[in-house]
């Protein structure tokens, strides 16, 4: 089946720091979605992206959907604590009568030395 | 308070048991889904539902099985046939041809 690669696997920064992560495929993918996840818990959405070329952010995040549109990067600017955890991508396919199927990265975790 | 909810938080089961995990959500989605993480792993989707009454496979859908009798309800079954079923398991909703939305997860122990 599909695959994403996601890089890096791990990040180990200072607070205040900028961060970057990103996701390729071989696949093309309708949609590109970036969540995070703390321990125990489930993934929360950060950023929802649905066209290629697409540029968006919510707050300090930032996440663009690759021309290609088999690729996507997310940006993490002036790190906090609170950013600590793992960060998914998933592609998103069209299934059979609409539903929605994702691929996932195998996530990066992020940790922060205050 | 709307949003997706799964029961236990925890789950225990014995050899050659079968046991069955909650889903609900209130937030009137047509979709559902159910995933399996492993510990340093993406997720990997077991099944999904798109209306009531109908389901279909993902891709690791062996050892398991589901119904949709009603639009709030998925739960997922992971029979005695799964025989690797340590897991953490989580739910996920979302519209027709929307962004899926997570529960909290449970997690599946063995015995």
């Known amino acids: 089946g599909q695959q994403l690669n996601q890089s890096p696997q791990s990040m180990f920064i200072q607070e205040g720091e900028d961060v970057s992560m990103n996701c390729t495929s071989s696949?093309?993918?309708?949609?590109w979605l970036w969540y995070k996840q703390d321990p125990g818990e489930g993934p929360v959405l950060l950023i929802a992206?649905?066209?290629?070329?697409e540029l968006t952010s919510n707050g300090r995040l930032t996440a663009q959907f690759g021309i290609t549109r088999k690729d996507s990067f997310l940006n993490i600017s002036a790190s906090i604590p609170s950013d600590v955890g793992i960060y998914f991508c998933a592609g998103q396919l069209r299934g059979n009568q609409g539903a929605q199927k994702l691929v996932f990265g195998q996530g990066t975790r992020l940790t922060i030395n205050p | 308070d709307g949003g997706i909810t799964q029961s236990p938080k925890y789950l225990f089961r014995k050899e050659g048991q079968n046991v069955t995990l909650s889903c609900e959500q209130n937030?009137?989605?047509?979709?559902m889904y159910w995933y399996r993480q492993d510990p340093g792993q993406g997720l990997r989707l077991i099944y999904y539902s798109q209306i009531v009454n109908d389901f279909q496979k993902g891709d690791i859908a062996e050892g398991y099985s589901v119904s949709r009798e009603k639009k709030e309800s998925f739960p997922l079954t992971v029979t005695s046939a799964q025989k690797n079923p340590t897991a953490f398991y989580l739910c996920?909703?979302?519209?027709?041809?929307?962004?899926?939305?997570f529960g909290p997860g449970t997690r599946l122990l063995v015995l």
């Open positions: 992206l649905y066209k290629a070329g």
């Open positions: 696949s093309i993918f309708n949609t």
């Open positions: 937030l009137n989605h047509d979709a």
């Open positions: 996920a909703s979302g519209l027709a041809q929307e962004t899926q939305y």
